[in-house]
């Protein structure tokens, strides 16, 4: 494992490798208020053995890269696309198999499209769409949930930690037991870690920023996987079906009984696909 800082402009993108450089690279992209850490080292290091370089990296206002006045991101979707396109400057990789979890599948959608070119496959993990309308939203519960987070002091460490623990919880898929403890190690070390953890919040502010270009996932034209879990409630199922309805060739694999999460007991499904998709040397 190996760390390096990109600078874009003002900007500070901190990221981490795994594997060799000549190996095909593989970029992930996480998604909101999570930082690189969510990609799990192991997670990583397995996928690499399969024969590609991979880099996570934290994204805007988490873990190490470049935090923003809290509530005033000053930064869009279309930015955070163009930092990982810079990440892939940095490294020398002409082009990546891009694989994006949650806000970072619409991150990773935003670089498929804007620059094709640079993508060689696109892995979307439980997200949704660009440019599909009338897709169910979160659960009840977990919408109930998230409503606390209004209120939440997010300076005070102690009832953000039991907020992301529970929310952690409410993330999870009904397949597995959920492992709270693990859990609560990775909310601990992120929080230990971040600039300015609060300031995470920043990602639920941030808007597209593509002016009047209204962006269509059935306007992809690179080899497509999408994995979801049947019990995600952030992003019910239907989401990962609607987006690969809406791409020719597009791969869909279910995780039976799976949340918004990469639980440990589906890696082997997931990085097995994902390594399939992608390909290797």
Not at 20 to 41: K, Q, R, T, V, Y
Not at 179 to 207: C, P, W, Y
Not at 243 to 268: P, S, Y
Request: glycine residues 10%; aromatic residues 6%.
């Amino acid at each position: 494992m190996a760390d390096m800082t990109i600078k874009r402009g003002g900007v500070e993108i901190a990221t981490e490798t795994f594997g060799h450089p000549s190996d095909p690279a593989l970029l992930l992209i996480m998604g909101a208020m999570a930082s690189m850490l969510w990609w799990p080292e192991e997670f990583c290091e397995q996928l690499a053995e399969q024969g590609h370089f991979v880099i996570r990296y934290d994204n805007r206002d988490t873990g190490l890269s470049t935090s923003y006045p809290l509530g005033k991101p000053g930064y869009t979707l279309s930015d955070m696309a163009e930092d990982a396109v810079a990440v892939l400057d940095e490294y020398g990789i002409k082009s990546a198999g891009i694989v994006g979890m949650s806000l970072g599948g619409s991150i990773a959608q935003r670089v498929a499209l804007s620059h094709p070119g640079r993508v060689r496959t696109l892995t979307i993990i439980s997200s949704s769409p660009l440019g599909i309308d009338g897709l169910p939203n979160f659960t009840e519960d977990y919408s109930a949930h998230a409503a606390t987070a209004e209120t939440l002091d997010w300076n005070d460490r102690a009832n953000v930690v039991d907020f992301m623990v529970r929310d952690v919880r409410m993330i999870a898929g009904t397949a597995h037991p959920h492992d709270a403890g693990a859990a609560l190690q990775v909310i601990e070390r992120d929080m230990d870690r971040a600039r300015s953890f609060a300031n995470a919040t920043n990602h639920f502010l941030v808007e597209g920023g593509d002016g009047e270009k209204r962006l269509a996932a059935a306007d992809l034209r690179v080899p497509l996987l999408v994995i979801h879990g049947t019990a995600d409630p952030i992003f019910p199922v239907v989401h990962g079906e609607a987006l690969a309805n809406a791409v020719r060739g597009a791969k869909l694999e279910r995780i039976d009984g799976g949340g918004h999460e990469l639980h440990r007991n589906d890696w082997q499904q997931i990085i097995g696909a994902i390594a399939a998709h992608a390909g290797a040397r």
